[in-house]
């Protein structure tokens, strides 16, 4: 950081040098890919005079100078920060500015995340549905697209979901499910009235039911066999999309996806490369 500050103090540097500083400082994140010939065009100077700013500072010219500002922006792109979730950008962000807050609210959502998640809950839920003959995925809106995912990732060790909203009427799909088969509810705020009466049935036939949420509170929670919950800082309405919760959601998932991979692994690796050899070169490919 002591080149940004040198750079600001801006110590015996002449009119130009403080222009080729000034310009440096307000495109910081751009300096890693610009070209001599192009910053010398943008602050109206010249090579020499960039090369002797570089020197000024105690490098040896300007690649070795570039080099020590782009440490500077690659630490400050890796670094994370508090992010509003509900509004994470304002209206004068620049892109880049924008796509370092969303990384860091991506980052401390998963952090946030990786924390809550019990081990012993996240054991017994992935044993629940390796076990279960049928799987029923309960979820609507942005959430649903993240329960499609999942689904599509099941399949990848033979095990197929079902998405229940899919079928319209979901208390006729509710009375197929057995004991044998279990329920996973998906929902953030925990507020979805039609589930409850569902899990409340569920619950009295003794159909095992995973819930996913960030609601501790919900109505739903009494009826869970075993209970997800990912707690962010996300307003109900009061924001600009769902990208906390989401990005909560996919990563749990995901993590469970991989802990259900893990149950057979050496199986499921053989089976992959069966597969794609089936569809690559098998009954399967694609015929010229």
């Known amino acids: 950081m002591l080149i940004i500050e040198r750079l600001k103090q801006q110590t015996d540097f002449s009119i130009a040098e403080k222009r080729i500083a000034e310009y440096i400082l307000e495109h910081l994140p751009d ?99 390796m076990e279960a003959d049928r799987i029923f995925l309960f979820a609507r809106g942005d959430t649903q697209i993240r329960a ?65 949420t960030g609601n501790p509170e919900s109505p739903m929670v009494p009826f869970a066999t075993h209970l997800l919950l990912t707690m962010q800082e996300e307003y109900d309405f009061a924001k600009i999309a769902t990208f906390s919760s989401q990005t909560a959601f996919e990563y749990i998932l995901n993590t469970i996806y991989s802990v259900m991979y893990t149950k057979d692994y050496e199986a499921n690796l053989r089976k992959l490369k069966e597969n794609q050899q089936l569809m690559q070169t098998g009954l399967l490919a694609d015929q010229e």
């Open 31 to 129: 300096i890693p890919k610009i070209f001599i010939q192009d910053l010398a065009e943008k602050t109206f100077s010249s090579h020499s005079t960039i090369v002797r700013l570089a020197q000024k500072l105690g490098y040896s010219g300007f690649r070795q100078f570039k080099d020590a500002i782009a440490e500077v922006v690659y630490a400050q792109l890796l670094s994370t920060e508090e992010v509003n979730v509900n509004f994470p950008f304002h209206p004068l962000d620049t892109p880049t500015e924008i796509a370092k807050k969303m990384a860091d609210l991506t980052i401390g959502t998963i952090q946030r995340s990786l924390v809550q998640l019990d081990n012993e809950v996240l054991k017994s839920s992935v044993n629940t549905l």
């Open 148 to 212: 499609r995912g999942f689904q599509n990732k099941l399949i990848k060790i033979n095990k197929f979901a079902i998405q229940v909203e899919e079928h319209v009427d979901t208390d006729w799909t509710a009375v197929g499910i057995t004991q044998q088969d279990c329920a996973f509810f998906l929902s953030y705020s925990g507020i979805v009235p039609p589930y409850n009466k569902i899990m409340q049935y569920l619950h009295k036939k003794g159909i095992p039911i995973l819930l996913l």
